[in-house]
Nanobody
Framework: QVQLVESGGGWVQAGGSLRLSCAAS????????MGWFRQAPEKGREFVAG????????YLGDFVKGRFTISRDNAKNTMYLQMNSLKPEDTAVYSC????????????????WGQGTQVTVSS
């Protein structure tokens, strides 16, 4: 079992930055592929970013490329999502996930999920 807890969400003005953290317990993150997903009201779950075991390969969703950065610190058992140049359309509940699948962009491939953290971007 892996327990994941997100933090760092909140309210920010458009163009601002926010850094989300995902702290894990139960097992070390070094054993898992990690990802970030988001879901806005009346919209489906959207892939934001994913990262492989050693952090050597990172993948970003089309709508966040050039603005977001995913990273992981296995020593701290924590994954991060640095969000820059935030837009109102980035407003959503952001959740982190852990799994063992190579399909990092598919939410159904993940086994463990955090509770989510709200990110609100205003104009």
């Amino acid at each position: 079992q892996v327990q994941l807890v997100e933090s760092g969400g909140g309210w920010v003005q458009a163009g601002g930055s926010l850094r989300l953290s995902c702290a894990a317990s139960g097992r070390t993150l070094s054993s898992y592929t990690m990802g970030w997903f988001r879901q806005a009201p009346e919209k489906g779950r959207e892939f934001v970013a994913g990262i492989t075991l050693n952090g050597g390969n990172a993948y970003l969703g089309d709508f966040v490329k050039g603005r977001f950065t995913i990273s992981r610190d296995n020593a701290k058992n924590t994954m991060y999502l640095q969000m820059n140049s935030l837009k109102p359309e980035d407003t959503a509940v952001y959740s982190c996930a852990a799994g063992r699948s190579w399909r990092v962009s598919e939410w159904r491939e993940y086994d463990f999920w955090g509770q989510g953290t709200q990110v609100t971007v205003s104009s």
